[in-house]
């Protein structure tokens, strides 16, 4: 079993800056990939970044420029850094793994999801 525990989010004025993180526990030798969703009110819930275990990032093109993402493999933890945030930005963000592989040698196939954190972002 996997859990995702996120921490950060909250309101804030637009070009200010917010930060994300989180931290992955459970019986976890490693992930191949973290990142970060979201899902604006009516919208679907969309990609903002992601980061590979090598490092290697992906961003939306909404906020590329912006937006930070990086990881601590020590840790298991991923991080958000948000800046100059926008109104359009304002949505629940999801904390995404995928290819988690367990102490057991077990490559799990499905992702994993946190409980999402809200991001306002006021004009």
């Known amino acids: 079993q996997v859990q995702l525990a996120e921490v950060g989010g909250g309101l804030v004025q637009a070009g200010g800056s917010l930060r994300l993180s989180c931290a992955a526990s459970g019986r976890i030798l490693s992930i191949n990939t973290m990142g970060w969703y979201r899902q604006a009110p009516g919208k679907q819930r969309e990609l903002v970044a992601t980061?590979?275990?090598?490092?290697?990032?992906n961003y939306a093109t909404s906020v590329k420029g912006r937006f930070t993402i990086s990881r601590d493999n020590a840790k298991k933890t991923v991080y958000l850094q948000m800046n100059s945030l926008k109104p359009e930005d304002t949505a629940v963000y999801y904390c995404?793994?995928?290819?988690?592989?367990?102490?057991?040698?077990?490559?799990?196939?499905?992702?994993?999801w946190g409980q999402g954190t809200q991001v306002t972002v006021s004009s």
């Open positions: 995404n793994v995928g290819g988690v592989l367990t102490v057991d040698f077990i490559r799990r196939s499905d992702p994993y």
């Open positions: 980061v590979t275990r090598d490092g290697t990032t």
